[in-house]
Structures are given as structure tokens and as C-alpha cells.
């Protein structure tokens, strides 16, 4: 493949000064040649109709004088060129055959084939002609099976494209089902921690209130137990002292008093302990039922 290349150089050169001395100054020298690539990498180098554009460091009036009219008259030439050889050309209407010849031979070598020689004989040209033809059908069938290619690939991609779309909106509408279901889920857990913590705490109070009763009553069962024992050492005396009184003068009316309150305060004592018998059932029973329902 063959293209347009720009270079730059530099080089010392001696420019004669204002005075008539010579001097040698630092020049730059700018590049512009065709050039033959192969696989990008530049194989040949043909400096035919170059520009030359000084720019001397020093007195660079007396030499860019010089060289004005011939650059100018090259640069004009040379983009002419560089035009002819890349644009497109027009087909030609006429019966000019050699000069068909040439704008295909153009056309074929800014495609990169090989141009038509047209120093040699007709049968040569017509066999580089042939030969170009077939290299340009088989460019461009590579180019439709690889458009056929690309657009098959388009539409698989495309076809793969929507069902994974199709894929992701269905995991993102599970996602926010998840998602919601996961926030009533952590709502109830909430929920029902707090109604454990009250649970607790109900508990705790109910337990410090069943102790604070418990300690009440087991102080009044020592109180009753204790009267109990008052009690039975007076009727224990009582009964001393009656069986000492009996005789002619024993006071039976003092014994039944003291017998009458005696069974008063043994009837107040049982009813005393049936109540905290029941007090206490009551109390197991409540306990019971609170632990079964933590």
C-alpha cells in the first residue's frame, strides 16, 4: 500500500550574511513524498517531487527570497498530483481507451492493488487487469460475507441482548419483591422483639411481686404459727389448771369461758390457714400460667 508521507530534518547549512561572510546555521527541512507501507510498516521511500521548506535560525531572509517562486510552484504541483492520484475519478464518456486505461490504473493503486503498466503490451495489461478485477471481486465478496457476517451477528446480539434484558428485569422485579418482603419480615421481627422485651419486663415485675407476697404471707404464716403455739401452752395450761380445779369448788363457768374462746380462736386459726392455703394454690396457679406463656 503506497500514501502520502510527511518528513522532517534537520541540517547545517552555509548562508551567506549582509557582510559577505559565510556562516553555518541549523535548518530544518520538511518532507513531502509518496511512500510504500506493508502491514503498517514503511518498506520504501521515493523522494520524487519533494517540497523544501527552510527555516534558517539567523539570517533566513536572504535564503526563503530564494526559494519562494520554486516552493510554491511545487507545493502547486505536487497537491495536483496528490489530488488526481487519491480523489475519485470520473468515468470517461469518450473514446479515449489509453487514457480509461490510466484513471483505472489510478483508481486500482489507491485501492492498494497493483497498478496497470502501461509501457507494456496490451495482452500484459489486459492479464493486470484481469488479475485486478478478480482481486476486487474477492474484496468485495470478503466485504458482503463479512457485512452478512457482522449483521447476523448484530441480530444474535441483539436477540441475546434482549433476553438478558428480559433476564435482569425479571431478577430486579424478584429483587424488589425480595426486598419487600425481607422489610415485613424484619418489621415483624421488630415487633416481636418488642413485645418479648415487654414480656420480659412484665415478667420480672410479676416475679419481684410474687416474691414481695410470698415474704408477706410466709410472715404472717409465722405470725399465725407462733399465736398457734400461744395458744396451745395456754390451753395446755388451761387444761393444767382444770384438772387441778376439779372438786366441789371448781368454777365451771370460768372452764367453759375459757374452753368457748379457745375453740373461737382454733376456728379463726383454721380459717385463717384455709385462706392462705388458698392464697397460696392461687399464686402456684398464676406462677404457672405466667411461665407457660413466656
Known amino acids: 500500500m503506497s500514501g502520502i508521507c510527511f518528513v522532517t530534518a534537520k541540517a547545517r547549512m552555509q548562508v551567506p550574511s549582509t557582510e559577505g561572510l559565510i556562516t553555518e546555521e541549523v535548518i530544518s527541512v520538511h518532507f513531502i513524498c509518496t511512500a510504500s507501507f506493508q502491514n503498517n510498516i514503511l518498506v520504501d521511500l521515493v523522494l520524487e517531487n519533494c517540497i523544501f521548506v527552510f527555516t534558517v535560525m539567523g539570517a533566513k531572509e536572504d535564503c526563503v527570497q530564494y526559494y519562494l517562486d520554486e516552493v510554491e510552484a511545487e507545493v502547486e504541483d505536487t497537491l495536483q498530483?496528490?489530488?488526481?492520484?487519491?480523489?475519485?475519478?470520473?468515468?470517461?464518456?469518450?473514446?479515449?481507451?489509453?487514457?480509461?486505461?490510466?484513471?483505472?490504473?489510478?483508481?486500482?493503486?489507491?485501492?492498494?492493488?497493483?497498478?496497470?503498466d502501461l509501457s507494456q503490451p496490451f495482452e500484459n495489461q489486459f492479464r493486470l487487469l484481469v488479475d485486478g478485477a478478480h482481486s476486487l471481486v474477492n474484496i468485495c465478496r470478503t466485504t458482503v460475507v463479512q457485512t452478512k457476517n457482522a449483521s447476523t451477528e448484530s441480530r444474535v446480539i441483539a436477540a441475546k441482548r434482549a433476553e438478558i434484558q428480559s433476564i435482569n428485569n425479571d431478577l430486579k422485579a424478584k429483587i424488589q419483591k425480595n426486598e419487600e418482603r425481607k422489610n415485613v419480615f424484619e418489621n415483624q421481627i421488630c415487633r416481636l422483639k418488642t413485645e418479648l422485651q415487654k414480656a420480659k419486663q412484665r415478667e420480672e415485675e410479676l416475679k419481684r411481686e410474687?416474691?414481695?407476697?410470698?415474704?408477706?404471707?410466709?410472715?404472717?404464716?409465722?405470725?399465725?404459727?407462733?399465736?398457734?403455739?400461744?395458744?396451745?401452752k395456754e390451753n395446755q395450761k388451761l387444761q393444767e389448771k382444770c384438772r387441778l380445779d376439779i372438786n366441789i369448788h371448781s368454777n365451771d363457768d370460768v372452764i367453759k369461758n375459757v374452753l368457748g374462746r379457745y375453740k373461737e380462736n382454733e376456728q379463726v386459726l383454721k380459717d385463717t390457714i384455709s385462706k392462705m392455703i388458698d392464697e397460696n394454690r392461687k399464686l402456684l396457679e398464676e406462677n404457672l400460667h405466667l411461665r407457660e406463656q413466656t
Open 210 to 232: 410474687l416474691q414481695t407476697t410470698k415474704r408477706y404471707y410466709q410472715t404472717k404464716e409465722k405470725g399465725y404459727l407462733h399465736d398457734i403455739r400461744r395458744l396451745i
Open 81 to 116: 498530483k496528490i489530488d488526481a492520484k487519491y480523489s475519485v475519478a470520473t468515468p470517461q464518456t469518450n473514446d479515449d481507451f489509453d487514457q480509461s486505461l490510466a484513471v483505472l490504473s489510478q483508481e486500482l493503486d489507491s485501492l492498494g492493488l497493483p497498478p496497470l
